[in-house]
């Protein structure tokens, strides 16, 4: 079992930076790859970023590649999520998860329950 538990949401103006945190109970968490997703007011849950195992590979979405950077920590058993640039339409519930790594929701095994970022224009 992998608990996950994220941080570093909040009110960013348009053009600044955040950096989300998402961090793991369980010894297992270097096993898995970590993701992140966002979900939008009235929009499905998306695929954002996801890091491998080792951190090494990397894969994001085309809507934040060159402003999002996935990482993770795996002495500190947790992954983050380095957004700058934001923009309006970032604005989201972010959500890290565990899992293989894939773009797919159904590919990741642990979810936690999400970090409210807000982008104001």
């Known amino acids: 079992q992998v608990q996950l538990v994220e941080s570093g949401g909040g009110l960013v103006q348009a053009g600044g930076s955040l950096r989300l945190s998402c961090a793991a109970s369980?010894?297992?968490?270097?096993?898995?790859?970590m993701g992140w997703f966002r979900q939008a007011p009235g929009k499905e849950r998306e695929f954002v970023a996801v890091?491998?195992?080792?951190?090494?590979?990397?894969a994001y979405a085309d809507s934040v590649k060159g402003r999002f950077t996935a990482s993770r920590d795996n002495a500190k058993s947790t992954a983050y999520l380095q957004m700058n640039s934001l923009k309006p339409e970032d604005t989201a519930v972010y959500y890290c998860?565990?899992?293989?790594?894939?773009?797919?929701?159904?590919?990741?095994?642990?979810w936690g329950k999400g970090t409210l970022v807000t982008v104001s224009s």
């Open positions: 369980g010894r297992t968490f270097s096993s898995y790859a």
């Open positions: 890091v491998s195992w080792s951190g090494g590979p990397t």
């Open positions: 998860a565990a899992g293989r790594f894939d773009t797919r929701a159904n590919a990741m095994n642990y």
